[in-house]
Structure formats: C-alpha cells, structure tokens
C-alpha cells in the first residue's frame, strides 16, 4: 500500500481550535454579570471572560465551575449552572504587564470610593502635587476626591493648606489589580480577588 507523500494530506492538522458551543446559551439576568472570573489551576485570578465563554470551557473540561449562579443553562446533553467563578484544569504560565494601568475607576477603587481628604464621596480624581507645579500624572500623586476638596485644593500643596494624607498614595499591585481598571467586580469574586467586603467597586 503506498504512502502519501508528506504533507499531501491535510487529515491530522488541527487547525484553529473550534471549542463546542452549547446550542442554548444563558441570557444574562438581573442576578448574573454575563461575566465569569477565570482563575489559574493554582486558583490565582487570571482574567473575566464572558459566562458564554466559561461554559464552553467547562462542557470542554478545560475548567471546572468553582461558584455559580442560581440560572441554570441547558446544552445539548446537559444541565448547567451558569458559572461566576471557574477554575482551569491546567496551569497556564500568563505574562502579566509591569505596572496596573493608572485610570479614573482604578484609582477609585484603590481609594475605596472616598475622597482621601475628608474621606466623602469621591468624584473627581485630584493630583497631590498640582500637575501646574510639576506633579506627575502618576499612582504615587494621584488620588480620589470629592468635588468640594478638589476646588479648594485648586492649584496649592498640601503644606500651604496644611492638609495631609491618611497614607501614601501606592502603586496597586496584585492579582485582583489586573481586574480592576476595567471593569465592576462581581460581588461573588471578591473572596478569589483577595478583596474586603466593604470596598465596592
Ligand atoms: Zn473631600
């Protein structure tokens, strides 16, 4: 029987991966996000996919539901709860970028929502060292503040008004941080993302 010549047949190559999708996909409600917390086999967060995304990949066995939401999703052959948290089956090695990056919504988190000069509302995010006198668009020199500190901080140092702060101002760092510029935070990812209770997000 001869061989086919190598390369000739196309049978065997993979190709892209085509992952299979469930013929009935959940329809995000009032009590799901329609977005899942991925974490590493060794639990350590690793992104948000959509729920679409996280049953995929546990009717493929490549993550196991580790929370989920009391909707339930009916695929061909089986039922499934609609997962808040999952978990891979295998470790994956990810390359994380250096720094978090600096946004309005992440300093907010970082600042727990409050103005770090009277600890009101924050609405606005004020810069310690005014950027009119060289202050750096930077963690270290940006906070959260209230509208009513912000305008009366207006362009002086802290040391002319004789304010201070709670603490400095740090650079975020950590898994849950990778998460936070971008998105809200599921209330049932806050135990994976090493997160109090109390910081909303
Ligand atoms: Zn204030």
Redesign the pocket.
Same mark, same amino acid.
């Given at each position: 029987m001869p061989r086919s010549a190598p390369g000739s047949s196309s049978a065997g190559h993979p190709g892209p991966r085509r992952d299979p999708v469930p013929s009935l996909l959940p329809v995000p409600s009032a009590g799901t996000t329609g977005a899942t917390l991925l974490l590493n086999a060794t639990y350590e967060p690793l992104c948000v996919v959509s729920s679409r995304r996280a049953i995929v990949l546990v009717l493929a066995e490549k993550a196991e539901s580790v929370d989920s939401a009391p909707e339930v999703v009916h695929a061909e052959t089986v039922s499934l709860a609609v997962p808040v948290v999952v978990r891979l089956t295998r470790f994956v090695r990810v390359p994380y970028p250096a720094s978090v990056p600096l946004s309005r919504r992440a300093v907010f988190t970082r600042d727990g929502q409050t #103005?770090v000069? #009277? $600890? $009101?509302s924050a609405t606005s995010i004020d810069h310690v060292v005014p950027r009119s006198r060289g202050g750096t668009h930077t963690w270290d020199n940006v906070v959260a503040? #209230?509208r009513?500190?912000?305008h009366t901080k207006a362009d002086r140092s802290l040391a002319e008004l004789g304010w201070a702060l709670p603490h400095p101002p740090r650079t975020p760092s950590g898994a849950a941080w990778r998460l936070l510029g971008t998105r809200s935070v599921d209330p049932r990812w806050r135990e994976w993302l090493g997160m109090p209770e109390s910081v909303s997000a």
């Open positions: #103005c000069y #009277c $600890g $009101g503040a #209230c009513r500190c912000n």
